[in-house]
């Protein structure tokens, strides 16, 4: 089993609609949470860090769920440019090695 | 340039060649990782260094993948004999001197998509 699992996809939403990706983890002395986010053919990079008091970005609001081990991203309002794969990442450890999930791809359409 | 510098872009190896994948990180920056993505997945811990120090190399797949960084800046990742199964993006990604915190952030280079025919 994967340390980090995520929802497959792919999500193919129209714009305006508002989707939401599930992501669980299995250490449970994971310290630090993330969401990034990888265009095609290019390096993921930091969409937002994910707290257990919940934390909102515009549209994007990620929340933690210590207990149940499991992190979620809600996006409204989906724009055609949030078309991307949106990957879940955990840091285990006591250096700053991220530990990614396969990724979750958002496909939105006009 | 101020970002992570991976070298070359793309490589195409013969299956067996020995391949050399170069990471230039930011300057000063204390911790180098190496990540593997295979497509359509996510990408997957090789090793770490921190400045010369190869702490951990846990995630390199087989005897055939060794990571160097001599003097604590540029890294190689070298593959010998590669195989089919190789074939994938390969990420570095450096993080800046200041230690001991568990968010410090991380910054990567474009990759090395190496194709092993």
């Known amino acids: 089993r994967k340390e980090v699992e995520q929802d497959p996809g792919p999500f193919n939403v129209p714009e305006g609609a508002t989707v939401a990706f599930n992501c669980t983890y299995s250490?449970?002395?994971?310290?630090?949470f993330f969401w990034y986010r990888q265009d095609c053919r290019k390096e993921p990079k930091l969409l937002m860090s994910?707290?257990?008091s919940g934390n909102e970005d515009g549209r994007f609001t990620a929340q933690l769920n210590r207990a149940s081990q499991y992190i979620s991203l809600l996006i409204r309002d989906s724009k055609l440019s949030d078309s991307a794969t949106y990957l879940c990442?955990?840091?285990?450890?006591?250096?700053?090695?991220?530990?990614f999930g396969a990724g979750t791809r958002l496909a939105v359409h006009p | 340039g101020a970002g992570v510098s991976q070298s070359p872009r793309y490589k195409v190896a013969k299956r067996g060649q020995d391949v050399a994948l170069r990471c230039d990180p930011i300057s000063g920056h204390v911790s180098l990782f190496w990540y593997q993505q295979a497509l359509g997945q996510g990408p997957e811990f090789l090793t770490y260094f921190q400045n010369e120090a190869q702490l951990d190399k846990s995630g390199l797949p087989s005897d055939r993948f060794f990571a160097e960084r001599p003097e604590g800046s540029v890294s190689t990742l070298k593959i010998q004999r590669t195989q089919q199964e190789d074939s994938a993006v390969y990420l570095c990604?450096?993080?800046?001197?200041?230690?001991?915190?568990?968010?410090?952030?991380?910054?990567f280079g474009s990759g090395t998509q190496l194709s092993v025919l």
């Open positions: 994910v707290y257990s």
């Open positions: 250490n449970s002395a994971s310290q630090s």
């Open positions: 990604a450096s993080s800046s001197r200041l230690r001991g915190t568990t968010n410090e952030k991380l910054f």
């Open positions: 990442v955990v840091i285990s450890g006591g250096y700053n090695k991220l530990i």
